[in-house]
């Protein structure tokens, strides 16, 4: 099937097949740290395609060598209107190095999983090259490196604070978050001959302008000037402070035009387009994709990204959780754009007449699977919020949480003739249903829900992220206590039973997160042994740009507080913290009985280290803790 699929069914990646379009130019050149994969999931093919729908002609230069005599760049030429540069995926930075600095041996976005395809902190890279063979040429910059980075940011890999990655790369403009609004706003005023300098009243895009020239006025934005990068540079709690407006201005309906001084320029940051409507949001998933990567790929073996993802459906986008060691409400927003189910379905129709399906869709999800749909239920006060999260420290009250449209979803996907069994990849919000934190929701429509997931689709795990047992860190990270996930559990092993699913419950917890202590690692450690787990999905907090925990992590200050918190920052505390998840392991026994006995705490490590099948009654202090959490989250109401 795939190959009788005609080139030109894919955006031309060489001069030959541009040639076979019958095009003697390009309007548009589109370059990206990715190898080119024609599908929904990946930014560079929703880019392309979009440009495409607007009548221009777009090529794209995928994972150009940047170290010969850079003749991928020079390929095509210079294109009419712009060059367009993203880093890819993921941070180039998040896809080279672990949370420990160490360089990864693979690139899930690179045929066969081949590491070395793109450079460190690629969008500069890219656009660097460019601007020297091509300086009349304007450069565009979007994707997520350069939307995390579009304004004064720590870096935790070369440990330094950085400027807008505007002032690095020198492109001309930079579009943030998802960015087929801005784009078709920009290509609608180049078709009106607009010329590219002067696009500088488009939402959502941002900016270098010589201090000299001042601002240009635009009387429907209201202007927030942050303190200068110089000033970050010379004080922490400056930083710090600044970053709390960042955040609530790229979440806000109706938000400002935000101004920071860089050296003897002005980075303009214009303010956010508001959610996608249904109807655009589905006009971006129903452009005419081919659902696979280039044939180019074939003999350089699968691309994992792409094998991860390729049977899967996005539902929405967006998440309000506003996590502090999250991206995607930086990236995507906390208001959630959701797809009709004309849409949905018509996708998953794809999906089955794809090479290789065998009757399973992997994931019908999205940054969090049960947020789909969900919204305010009076707009008026979701205009005026500047909350960064809707469901922290309590779920709004103006928050509609029915799960039943996403329920009813599965239903008709599980009706499908060609679906065997569509499972939910995504990580559920498990806080969402249960009746002690979503004191309002509707408990009928939760219940549904739960079990239809249960029972309908999991491959045997079900993944949730509780994150930490610890009050005090989870109130940084922005995640509830401990409690609610116990009667979580509770839900899940009366379902599980029920229906003798023999199902696991999997939660993800993260260690070294800023606010976590050594002593609160051994408690998650012990409770979590107390209720059976054998944590196997551990992970390292990663300081990545545009969050509250990186802004803690470089500054030590809390951006909304100013007050000073302290992060495991060294090697030896990362992997103190770490090694408390693995109290299983017999290499760990003596380190964990040694730390815990200086501590003051040798109790911990006798009922950590005791054999798992011999049951113990839970220790006086664990007793007194649940106690406590409970007193303090039991009465609060918003």
């Known amino acids: 099937m795939e190959n009788k699929r005609p080139i030109t069914d894919w955006l031309p ?9 019958g095009w003697e130019y390009l309007d548009v050149v589109l370059i990206s740290g990715d190898a ?63 949370a420990n600095k160490r360089k990864r041996s693979t690139d899930s976005y690179t045929p066969d999983g081949v590491a070395g395809f793109r450079p460190d902190y690629a969008t500069t890279v890219y656009t660097k090259i460019l601007k020297e063979l091509y300086p009349e040429t304007p450069v565009l910059i979007g994707g997520i490196e350069a939307s995390l980075r579009r304004v004064t940011h720590y870096d935790y890999w070369s440990d330094q604070l950085m400027p807008s990655i505007l002032a690095t790369s020198m492109a001309d403009l930079l579009v943030y978050g998802m960015g087929e609004q801005s784009l078709r706003e920009i290509l609608t005023l180049l078709k009106k001959g607009v010329p590219f300098h002067q696009l500088t009243m488009v939402k959502q895009t941002a900016y270098m302008r010589s201090s000299s020239d001042g601002i240009l006025k635009n009387k429907n934005w209201s202007d927030l000037e942050l303190a200068s990068h110089e000033a970050c540079l010379n004080d922490k709690k400056t930083f710090a402070s600044n ?20 050296g003897d320029q002005n980075l303009v940051i214009n303010p956010p387009f508001q959610t996608m409507t249904e109807k655009e949001i589905d006009a971006s998933f129903d452009l005419p994709y081919t659902r696979l990567p280039h044939p180019k790929y074939k003999k350089r073996g699968a691309i994992p990204a792409f094998e991860m993802i390729k049977f899967s459906i996005n539902m929405h986008r967006g998440c309000f959780g506003g996590c502090s060691f999250c991206t995607i409400s930086a990236h995507q927003g906390k208001f959630i754009a959701s797809r009709s189910e004309e849409s949905i379905m018509k996708e998953v129709d794809q999906v089955t007449k794809m090479p290789d399906y065998k009757g399973y869709i992997s994931d019908l999800g999205g940054p969090s699977a049960n947020m789909y749909g969900l919204k305010g239920i009076e707009q008026s006060i979701c205009d005026k919020c500047v909350s960064p ?57 939760l219940n549904e829900y739960m079990e239809q997931v249960l ?61 976590s202590k050594e002593e609160d690692m051994a408690d998650l450690a012990v409770e979590t042994k107390d209720m059976g787990f054998k944590l196997e999905q551990v992970q390292g907090f990663t300081p990545t740009p545009m969050t509250v925990a990186t802004v803690i992590y470089y500054s030590g200050y809390h951006p909304y507080t100013l007050k000073p918190m302290a992060t495991a920052k060294t090697k030896e505390e990362k992997q103190d913290q770490h090694k408390f998840f693995f109290w299983h392991k017999k290499e760990n026994h003596g380190w964990i009985r040694n730390k815990l006995s200086k501590s003051g705490r040798p109790e911990l490590a006798e009922i950590l280290l005791s054999p798992a099948n011999k049951k113990k009654e839970i220790p006086k202090w664990l007793a007194d803790k649940r106690q406590q959490q409970n007193k303090r989250t039991g009465n609060k109401k918003r």
């Open 13 to 21: 990646i060489t001069k030959k097949e541009v040639e076979k379009r």
């Open 36 to 98: 080119y994969v024609d599908h929904p999931s990946f930014g560079t093919a929703v880019i392309g395609r979009i440009i495409e729908s607007e009548g221009f002609k777009v090529g794209v230069i995928p994972q150009p060598n940047w170290r010969d005599d850079l003749r991928d760049f020079k390929k095509f030429g210079a294109p009419k209107y712009f060059f367009g540069v993203t880093g890819g995926c993921m941070d180039p930075m998040v896809n080279h190095y672990t």
């Open 243 to 262: 970053f709390k407006y960042v955040e609530q201005e790229s979440n806000k309906t109706f938000a400002n035009r935000i101004i920071q001084q860089t």
């Open 389 to 445: 999260s809707c469901i922290h420290p309590v779920i709004c009250s103006n928050l509609d949480t029915n799960h039943t449209p996403m329920t009813e979803i599965y239903k008709k996907v599980d009706a499908h003739e060609k679906v065997k069994k569509a499972f939910v990849g995504s990580g559920i919000r498990y806080d969402l249903l249960v009746k002690s934190y979503n004191k309002n929701g509707d408990e009928k429509s």
């Open 455 to 515: 029972t309908k689709h999991v491959s045997g795990r079900l993944k949730v992220a509780p994150e930490h047992t610890s009050d005090e860190t989870l109130k940084v990270m922005r995640k509830p206590s401990f409690k609610h996930f116990h009667e979580f559990k509770n839900k899940f092993d009366t379902i599980d039973k029920k229906h003798q699913l023999n199902q696991q419950l999997i939660p993800y917890f993260i260690s070294s997160h800023p606010g």
